[in-house]
């Protein structure tokens, strides 16, 4: 072997030695760039007067407040009564003050009485009965009631004023039991309702041909209710 091929190899095998002894520095770790993402299960706050919304900018739950939302705490002009229904659109938040409102049913009868398509035919003992309601939220006081009964003529035969025995036969009216004077809580209140009476008590010794008027008394909320009686003699 030729002397500078001795030498070329004895360089080489040096330098891989002086390579392997030298000390290499610490290899820096590439951190890699990875966005955290923050998970929220829910952003319901449960309140139903708030839309919930995610930020994703600051990945935090916002809550914004809504306008005339019923259950806000804050009684609106458009969550107070409605007229049409008696009743407070958002008692929640607005006080219950629908006005007074009485509303009646038909006449009904029971004894010696026979209902006819355009009239009742009496003949003996007969009460006349009518519920009563007030469908609106404030109460209403001292309720009274009054009656009349008038023949085809215009001539009065009866009334609340003149209950006296007429032709054989007495008229009285009350309420419930035997209340001459009534009071009606507002609808939400359980105590809204009541039964108008109005009894008929002897023999007919005339038939007569009657129209009967029933007027519930009380000034914020009157109401009257008409039919026709043919007293009939037996």
């Not at 392997?20 to 820096?28: E, F, S």
């Not at 209403?140 to 036969?169: H, L, P, Q, V």
Request: proline share 4%; charged share 25%.
């Amino acid at each position: 072997m030729k002397k500078s091929s001795i030498l070329f190899l004895f360089i080489g095998v040096f330098t891989i030695l002086l390579y392997a002894c030298t000390p290499q520095p610490p290899q820096v770790p590439i951190k890699e760039n990875v966005t955290e993402v923050k998970v929220i299960a829910s952003c319901d706050d449960s309140n139903q007067c708030t839309e919930d919304l995610f930020n994703q900018l600051t990945q935090q739950c916002e809550h914004k407040r809504l306008d005339h939302c019923c259950g806000d705490r804050t009684c609106d002009s458009d969550e107070r009564c409605d007229l049409n229904t008696h009743k407070t659109k958002c008692p929640e938040d607005c006080p219950r003050n629908c006005p007074v409102s009485i509303v009646t049913d038909n006449i009904e009868c029971t004894g010696k009485c026979i209902k006819g398509e355009e009239m009742f035919l009496v003949d003996g003992d007969t009460k006349f009965t009518m519920k009563l309601q007030n469908i609106g939220e404030l109460s209403a006081n001292d309720i009274t009631s009054s009656f009349r009964c008038i023949k085809t003529s215009g001539i009065t035969f009866i009334s609340s004023s003149t209950a006296t025995e007429k032709s054989g036969i007495t008229f009285r009216d009350y309420f419930n039991e035997n209340d001459k004077k009534i009071y009606l809580s507002g609808a939400p209140y359980g105590k809204d309702s009541a039964t108008y009476n109005l009894e008929i008590k002897g023999i007919p010794r005339e038939e007569v041909m009657l129209i009967c008027t029933v007027n519930i008394n009380f000034i914020e909320s009157p109401s009257s209710t008409e039919f026709k009686v043919k007293l009939v003699k037996v």
